[in-house]
């Protein structure tokens, strides 16, 4: 069984960077897909970012395109999410997951594996 524990949460202010990682234990990832989700209060939990560990494809959202990028280093098992540009409606609890099984899908259903959850706060 794979282990996800996310690191690098914290606040920032507006227009900084920010790096989130996410380190996997127990298995290789294979071909999983990695994906990072965030959920801000009241809201529903929303890809942001995901990659393919086996090629390296990529998905991101639209709010987040040309400011996040998602990444993965094979001999480290871990997955990275560069943040840059931050902005106030980044502020959210940024999650790892992983699509263990299928074809790639981006939807939080569709992932079954979650790490704890890192926060995220971007203040003015």
């Known amino acids: 069984q794979v282990q996800l524990v996310e690191s690098g949460g914290g606040l920032e202010q507006a227009g900084d960077s920010l790096r989130l990682s996410c380190a996997a234990s127990g298995r290789p990832l294979n071909n999983y897909i990695m994906g990072w989700f965030r959920q801000a209060p009241g809201k529903e939990r929303d890809i942001v970012a995901a990659i393919t560990w086996g090629d390296g494809n990529t998905y991101y959202a639209d709010s987040v395109k040309g400011r996040f990028t998602v990444s993965r280093d094979n001999g480290k098992n871990t997955v990275y999410l560069q943040m840059n540009s931050l902005k106030l409606e980044d502020t959210a609890v940024y999650y790892c997951?992983?699509?263990?099984?299928?074809?790639?899908?981006?939807?939080?259903?569709?992932?079954?594996?979650w790490g704890q959850g890192t926060q995220v706060t971007v203040s003015s």
């Open positions: 997951a992983a699509r263990t099984e299928g074809a790639p899908a981006y939807y939080a259903s569709a992932f079954d594996l």
